[in-house]
């Protein structure tokens, strides 16, 4: 079974700080991994995705996410935030080994940036 | 424009009345993907389609039912046998199944009373 969380509702932080989003994930074999914008009363925008090479991963609006697999996690990073930013974030996995042909979504968290 | 369409963007129905709710897709992807999104929960997948006339069921089938007869058009309806079908649903595609990079619809709200 594949599987997706995301330990925090929501996440606020002050325009300029750094932000990160936190996803962990459990597969049984390889993870595909990616990241979600949603912004209000929206469909869903693709950010990033992770298969396989560098752990660093670069995608839009400058976001990164880190793969740790030791850790099983794939945090979702900004250097510096800002008010744009703001929207409900969606990390997802597909486990590369199953028959499973469809992404598996977690909860979603809400980030919040102050001006 | 290429992308994919729902139709309509608000829906309201009577409890026990089956509702079909509309996704349209230019981008010529052979996958297509039903997601139902509570708040709180996330998204849920209801049913995908992986190529014209097959279909699976996600996560949380049950109520629901779809059909692919062509390649753009993926409706889903959502029948009196669900429970609490009141929802955002969001359609979406891929290029195919093993793409994960999935292009999503604005979504429909479905308020069923």
């Known amino acids: 079974a594949q599987s997706v969380a995301q330990p925090e509702d929501q996440v606020n932080v002050a325009e300029g700080n750094p932000l990160t989003v936190k996803c962990t994930y459990s597969?049984?074999?390889?993870?595909?991994l990616f990241w979600y914008v949603q912004y209000p009363n929206r469909g869903l925008q693709f950010l990033l995705k992770?298969?396989?090479?560098?752990?660093l991963v670069k995608g839009s609006y400058g976001f990164e996410a880190e793969f740790n697999k030791s850790q099983t996690s794939f945090h979702l990073k900004k250097p510096s935030a800002l008010v744009s930013d703001s929207a409900l974030y969606f990390c997802?996995?597909?486990?590369?080994?199953?028959?499973?042909?469809?992404?598996?979504f977690g909860s979603g968290t809400r980030l919040q940036v102050q001006p | 424009d290429g992308g994919i369409t729902q139709s309509p963007k608000y829906l309201f129905r009577k409890e026990g009345q089956n509702v079909t709710l509309s996704c349209e897709q230019n981008l010529n992807h052979d996958a297509m993907y039903w997601y139902r999104q509570d708040p709180g929960q996330g998204l849920r997948l209801i049913y995908y389609?992986?190529?014209?006339?097959?279909?699976q069921k996600g996560d949380i089938a049950e109520g629901y039912s779809v059909s692919r007869e062509k390649k753009e058009s993926f409706p889903l309806t959502v029948t009196s046998a669900q429970k609490n079908p009141t929802a955002f649903y969001l359609c979406a595609s891929s290029i195919d199944v093993n793409q994960d990079e999935q292009y999503f619809g604005p979504g429909t709200r479905l308020t069923v009373t």
């Open positions: 389609s992986q190529i014209v006339n097959d279909f």
């Open positions: 992770y298969i396989t090479g560098d752990n």
């Open positions: 997802a996995v597909r486990d590369l080994d199953t028959g499973r042909r469809a992404l598996t």
């Open positions: 597969v049984s074999g390889n993870p595909y």
